[in-house]
């Protein structure tokens, strides 16, 4: 699951340059090509699962070559910061960002922070509808739904937005910060897609009459709603994957698709524009395309595989739902948009 964090404002360069990377991996002889892939922590170390480790270790398995992670706290606002300052980046490639955080680095950087992806052997198999940057950097790998996950055995979600307001579900949604994290803003673009830029305010606002609990990143909303803090929380269609592996009780597990929609959150990766290892790093791009990765990707990180061609199990279909109808914002409609829906959204949250 993406449970990445992306800064609103681009302060406090100079603590954040000071303090680096954390999070480093890496083994391997010192005669071996070096790749340093920067991702977001979860992609390592998270609450569920991570396929950071098993993808070192078959990428190391069939290259001649070293992948050093970088996972730095403020993840890929770290590269921003570092892109404006004129620092070196010290990272071949970027793993795990979606559309709406190509836009605000677009929107924050005089020259791109990444190069054309190029020609990358698996492209072909790509989902139609996948491709998400009209400049042709970012290479979507997975892709992932936000809905609501909910506890069957306390109640049944419900089936609207408007449903939501309801006051038997007063104090039941858990949310998160659309300004620290991507299944928040996710969520936040959902309701701007059903309320339009003029109404989806006054939606928020009822939630929070209606007793919304909204927390900072996915993490920590998935955690408070497993202790029971609320038998709702803001999550993935892919609940039920994780939810198997674990050994959950599925009545626990339920999906639900508000308007019979989910919006759609494809995470794509790219080539840093000072990469030391460019080459090697769109051997990367083409090995995380292969049926076999994509298909042990889609396990281990909990989301659809972005390739019509990937090896899943048997009963992935089953346990990973799709919603009927997938909504999302394309790049230009985010452009000079997104960054102003989530002031006002924080301005207006923090002031009610």
């Not at 993808?55 to 993840?75: C, G, I, M, Y």
């Not at 396990?299 to 090896?311: E, G, I, K, R």
């Amino acid at each position: 699951m993406d449970r990445r964090t992306f800064l609103a404002t681009t302060g406090a360069a100079a603590s954040t340059l000071a303090a680096g990377c954390t999070g480093l991996t890496g083994g391997g002889s010192s005669g071996e090509d070096t790749l340093v892939v920067a991702t977001y922590g979860s992609f390592i170390d998270s609450p569920s699962s991570s396929p950071g480790a098993w993808l070192k270790q078959r990428f190391e398995e069939e290259h001649d070559a070293r992948v050093v992670f970088q996972t730095p706290s403020n993840e890929l606002n770290h590269y921003v910061e570092r892109k404006k300052a004129g620092v070196d980046i010290d990272a071949d490639l970027y793993l795990g960002l979606n559309t709406e955080d190509l836009v605000r680095v677009d929107e924050n950087l005089e020259d791109s922070l990444f190069v054309e992806a190029g020609d990358i052997g698996g492209l072909d198999s790509v989902k139609s509808g996948l491709q998400f940057d009209p400049q042709d950097r970012a290479v979507p790998y997975d892709t992932g739904y936000v809905s609501l996950v909910y506890d069957g055995t306390q109640m049944t979600a419900p089936e609207t937005f408007e449903g939501l307001l309801d006051e038997e579900f007063e104090g039941d949604l858990i949310a998160q910060n659309p300004a620290s994290s991507s299944t928040g803003r996710a969520f936040l673009l959902h309701t701007v897609h059903e309320y339009g830029e003029d109404g989806y305010l006054d939606y928020w606002e009822n939630l929070q009459d209606n007793g919304v609990t909204v927390l900072g990143e996915w993490g920590d909303a998935y955690t408070a709603w497993e202790e029971g803090e609320a038998p709702m929380v803001v999550s993935y269609s892919t609940d039920r994957v994780f939810a198997d592996q674990s050994g959950s009780n599925m009545e626990k597990h339920k999906i639900r698709f508000l308007e019979d929609e989910a919006y759609a959150n494809p995470e794509g990766m790219a080539v840093f524009e000072d990469a030391a290892s460019p080459d090697l790093a769109r051997d990367f791009m083409e090995f995380v395309l292969t049926p076999e990765v994509q298909g042990e990707l889609a396990v281990q990180n909990v989301q659809f595989p972005a390739t019509t061609d990937a090896d899943l199990p048997d009963d992935y279909a089953e346990l990973a739902q799709s919603p009927p109808t997938p909504v999302t914002f394309s790049y230009d409609e985010l452009q000079g948009s997104v960054s102003g829906w989530i002031e006002d959204w924080t301005r207006q949250f923090a002031s009610n």
